[in-house]
């Protein structure tokens, strides 16, 4: 399958522009830059980052798109962007002085010129969150007549439904992080540690994407799983019998993220040990039941409460959420969503019940899952830990 960037995601970003009624579209968060142009900015570490003199940004209107970052980063970004326009600032010097954030603003006017030619009296949306101060200044500055406007909820409407192409990222994304999972199986013993075994799985993880792979989440075991307090782990502790396991990870793979979670225990699981995690496990598959075109989000965030309630046991945190560029995006499984269900919908469904402080075990049960006309199909492929 074509993995180019471009194409379907522009162009449904165009439309709800112009639904909108905005000419053009300057985005900050990397997530959204993922989405328009295949270029994952890197994570905010290193010396490429702290060279940058601001954020990598793309724009986008219904001419033209384009990408600006620093000359740190404009190797990746060659290979990996799909824009129309790639525009590159000098940030640092080697051997004599530059002003980076001189070079920034002067790349951001460049970026704006090559999608709005004719920007006086433009309508450009922005991401209020991550667009600098700096940036927003200039903005004003530079285009008085520019009208500027928050188009977070119209990028959160374009990334809502996936297209053919993120589908088989997530894909492979989740064929990834199934990878870890089921390391995490494999060596997961008696006198491992967290460490060890967290190293296991991302290993595991890395050698199925076939590269280097950002990976977030927790592993946690023992007393520790009986509360959440995201991440609490890996930390250097040994595995003993009888201990719960709950490791919950997010890789980011070619730009699009898995999230999943398991649970598992080192030896025979208890019967408490087991009704935590029926519990949840029976609380995943009645909000995947839900997801389905005619129901709502908080459709599937009931049906888990109710089914804890079952078992005598509160929902403890949400129930889920979308995943594509970022690893936590809208819908959310939450009461108060109201967001429709629609075909080409993807989420990561986690529901959780945990003992409490004092306690000795919870569980926590994380697959993604993929929107269909004719209902859900789970995506990750991984083995549960507890029969």
Not at 27 to 42: C, D, H, K, N, T
Not at 194 to 217: D, F, K, M, Q
Not at 225 to 242: A, F, Q
Not at 312 to 338: F, K, S, W
Request: aromatic share 6%; hydrophobic share 45%; net charge negative.
């Amino acid at each position: 399958m074509d993995m180019s960037p471009l194409g379907e995601e522009v162009s449904r970003l165009r439309e709800v522009l112009a639904a909108e009624g905005l000419d053009a579209v300057l985005l900050s968060e990397p997530a959204s830059i993922r989405y328009v142009s295949g270029f994952s900015p890197p994570l905010p570490i290193g010396a490429g980052a702290a060279f940058a003199a601001g954020p990598n940004l793309a724009a986008v209107s219904d001419q033209a798109s384009g990408l600006l970052v620093s000359a740190s980063e404009a190797s990746a970004a060659s290979r990996q962007q799909g824009t129309e326009s790639l525009i590159i600032y000098q940030s640092f010097g080697h051997f004599e002085p530059v002003d980076g954030q001189k070079e920034f603003l002067a790349g951001l006017a460049s970026l704006l010129n090559s999608v709005l030619p004719a920007g006086h009296g433009a309508k450009l949306g922005i991401e209020p969150r991550t667009l600098p101060a700096v940036a927003l200044t200039f903005l004003s500055e530079r285009y008085p007549r520019i009208a500027i406007r928050d188009a977070t909820a119209a990028i959160r409407r374009a990334r809502l439904i996936k297209t053919p192409r993120e589908i088989a990222l997530l894909r492979q994304a989740a064929a990834a992080a199934d990878a870890g999972q089921e390391a995490l199986r494999a060596h997961a013993r008696a006198g491992v540690s967290e460490l060890r075994l967290w190293n296991a799985l991302t290993g595991a993880v890395e050698a199925a994407a076939g590269a280097a792979t950002p990976i977030s989440g927790e592993l946690i075991s023992g007393p520790r799983t009986s509360v959440v307090d995201y991440p609490g782990g890996p930390v250097d502790r040994l595995l003993d019998l009888g201990d719960t396991i709950i490791c919950d990870i997010s890789p980011c793979v070619n730009g699009y993220y898995a999230d999943c979670c398991n649970t598992l225990v080192v030896g025979e699981p208890s019967p408490d040990q087991r009704r935590y995690f029926h519990a949840a496990r029976e609380a995943w598959e009645a909000a995947v039941a839900m997801l389905r075109p005619g129901k709502r989000a908080h459709d599937a965030a009931d049906a888990a409460r109710e089914a804890f309630a079952l078992h005598g046991l509160p929902a403890a945190h949400y129930t889920g959420h979308g995943i594509g560029t970022a690893v936590n995006e809208a819908p959310r499984l939450v009461p108060y969503d109201q967001t429709p269900i629609e075909a080409g919908m993807v989420f990561a469904v986690e529901p959780g019940a945990y003992a409490g402080p004092g306690g000795t075990t919870g569980a926590r049960v994380e697959k993604m899952v993929l929107v269909t006309a004719d209902g859900p199909e789970v995506l990750s492929r991984f083995v549960w830990g507890i029969n």
